[in-house]
């Protein structure tokens, strides 16, 4: 579940879709942290612990660009560890500075995922026009994994031609900086997006994009073909001892010491760590589902037979509280 500190950004990352927000460009969120744990408490999605729903902070801003927002991420931080406990997580470019690194590891969450954005070297000025230069937040990944937050470098969006061009240079310098977790991003477009790609004058970043996209609407947002990439990129990872997760809430369970296989990426951390389930059957009837046959496989999927409708949020906590795949037959 993401969870929005505030609203907007002012980086101007060519390939975001994200808008400034307001005159301003953004706007802090108006909730205070005890609020946003009873909002979070009452959604039916949402299951609170620290086996709950994995929580990934920002998505729609940049949770440290400026002290306003990196105080109610803080804050954030803060609330949902004190009350919910729930394994957090943080994308940024930002720098994350040594102040505020403490007040995570000693008020927010201790064993915090951060995924440390990039997506070029070489041409980051022209891509993410007011974002720290890569080699600084590598740089600050480095410091950020001495001190005991665990970061991973999230190389995203894969912009075609340029950042699986640059591949060896991102990894060696993540390397050089003591940085061996990995996770690897799609771009994901509409027509807004892509009319600001264009106007950089570069047709071969512009064509190779055109001629992977799936769909271009004007508002909604669809990923472009890119698992070769994906691959290609992953396999050169791998070869030089890179752990590279599936996806970016693996960097979390990794980050929490937990395990999970809710879905077919898994199984991702420890198995043997996955939660033990007592009894199955039980499970859905403390809910208030009849079940006529309830059974863990051995491929750890959790089958149930059931002719009750189930609906989405219950489908949602189970799988979250079981960390399983559900097969579910009517
Ligand atoms: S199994 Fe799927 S949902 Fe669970 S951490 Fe791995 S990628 Fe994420």
């Known amino acids: 579940m993401t969870i929005h500190p505030a609203y907007g950004c002012t980086l101007g990352c060519i390939y975001c879709y994200v808008k400034p927000n307001t005159k301003k460009g953004i706007e802090v969120n108006k909730l205070g942290g005890p609020e946003l744990v009873t909002a979070l408490s009452l959604n039916p999605h949402f299951l609170p612990g620290k086996w709950g729903t994995f929580i990934a902070l920002g998505s729609i801003t940049e949770c440290f ?14 609330w949902i560890n004190k009350e919910l406990g729930n394994p957090q997580q943080v994308s940024t470019k930002m720098i994350i500075r040594p102040e505020i690194s403490e007040k995570i590891l000693s008020m927010g969450d201790p064993y915090l995922s951060v995924l440390i954005s990039i997506t070029s070297i070489n041409m980051a000025n022209l891509l993410e026009p007011r974002a720290p230069p890569p080699i600084e937040r590598l740089n600050n990944a480095h410091y950020l994994n001495s001190i005991g937050l665990r970061t991973s470098v999230f190389i995203r969006p894969i912009l075609p031609g340029v950042t699986d061009k640059e591949n060896e240079i991102l990894l060696r310098e993540s390397l050089r900086f003591g940085i061996k ?99 199955e059957k039980e499970l859905f009837e403390i809910i208030g589902v009849k079940v006529k046959e309830a059974f863990l496989t051995d491929e750890q999927r959790l089958y ?22 559900l097969v579910i037959k009517q």
């Open 65 to 78: 660009l400026n002290e306003e927002v990196t105080a109610k991420t803080i804050e954030y931080m803060y």
């Open 181 to 279: 977790e990995l996770v690897l991003g799609s771009l994901m477009i509409n027509t807004w997006i892509m009319s600001k790609i264009d106007k950089l004058g570069l047709p071969v970043l512009s064509n190779e994009i055109k001629s992977r996209a799936k769909s271009m609407d004007r508002s909604r947002l669809s990923p472009i073909y890119a698992s070769d990439l994906k691959q290609a990129m992953k396999r050169a990872a791998e070869s030089l001892g890179f752990v590279v997760y599936p996806a970016a809430c693996a960097a979390n369970v990794a980050s929490h010491s937990q395990s999970c296989y809710m879905c077919d990426y898994g199984p991702c951390g420890n198995t043997s760590n996955l939660p033990e389930i007592e009894d």
């Open 304 to 325: 149930v037979k059931t002719s009750s409708p189930l609906l989405k949020h219950v489908v949602s906590l189970v799988k979250t509280s079981t960390r399983r795949r």
